[in-house]
T-cell receptor, first 111, second 113 residues
Framework: DTGVSQNPRHKITKRGQNVTFRCDPI?????LYWYRQTLGQGPEFLTY????????KSRLLSDRFSAERPKGSFSTLEIQRTEQGDSAMYLC?????????FGDGTRLSIL | GENVEQHPSTLSVQEGDSAVIKCTYS??????FPWYKQELGKGPQLIID?????GEKKDQRIAVTLNKTAKHFSLHITETQPEDSAVYFC????????????FGAGTRLFVKA
């Protein structure tokens, strides 16, 4: 079990730039989730995939955010025209049935 | 909307003492309640979970209780050790696969040696 892998671990970018994060779930897991976590808070649900289908999106996911899981394996989360408020830890999790297993996240800092 | 409230936000105990963290949820459809431990710079790690058809579950020093009528669930850690120091999150969801999981705001646990 190699666990959920997220890359990069840290991303520093200037306001207005686009960023893309990658998540590699546990190989046999068909469900994949993206969360955002800010300091002192619990993870907030962003979106959910079952295989390649994106089944739910939070209202937190503005038009600047897009997520894909093209082959039902890895997933990418893209943020366009980043804003100061996008600074957070972006967590990915995967599951088969039962518990979600989290990666160690990508910390995004907007200058 | 759905909400999970978690208390206390900070908890400090002496090594060997017990620690209790309490959560309440608002969505009556919730039927799966995981607990996560998060250490600095790491993602949340599942430590125990409970489903709505069970009132209590125990795994070594960790136990979780669920009162579906009152929409309360609690985490109990006995014989605490310094390595238990971390942030703990409760969560609630409608499906055992998690689907849309709502997390509490977390409890920072300090275990003093």
């Amino acid at each position: 079990d190699t666990g959920v892998s997220q890359n990069p671990r840290h991303k520093i970018t200037k306001r207005g730039q686009n960023v893309t994060f990658r998540c590699d779930p546990i190989s046999e897991h068909n469900r994949l989730y993206w969360y955002r976590q800010t300091l002192g808070q619990g993870p907030e649900f962003l979106t959910y995939f079952q295989n390649e289908a994106q089944l739910e999106k939070s209202r937190l996911l503005s038009d600047r955010f897009s997520a894909e899981r093209p082959k039902g394996s890895f997933s990418t989360l893209e943020i366009q025209r980043t804003e100061q408020g996008d600074s957070a830890m972006y967590l990915c999790a995967s599951s088969l049935t039962g518990a979600q297993h989290f990666g160690d996240g990508t910390r995004l800092s907007i200058l | 909307g759905e909400n999970v409230e978690q208390h206390p936000s900070t908890l400090s105990v002496q090594e060997g003492d017990s620690a209790v963290i309490k959560c309440t949820y608002s969505d009556s459809a919730s039927n799966y309640f995981p607990w996560y431990k998060q250490e600095l710079g790491k993602g949340p790690q599942l430590i125990i979970d409970i489903r709505s058809n069970v009132g209590e579950k125990k795994d070594q020093r960790i136990a979780v209780t669920l009162n579906k009528t009152a929409k309360h669930f609690s985490l109990h850690i006995t014989e605490t050790q310094p390595e238990d120091s971390a942030v703990y999150f409760c969560a609630a969801s409608e499906d055992t696969g998690g689907f849309k999981t709502i997390f509490g705001a977390g409890t920072r646990l300090f275990v003093k040696a």
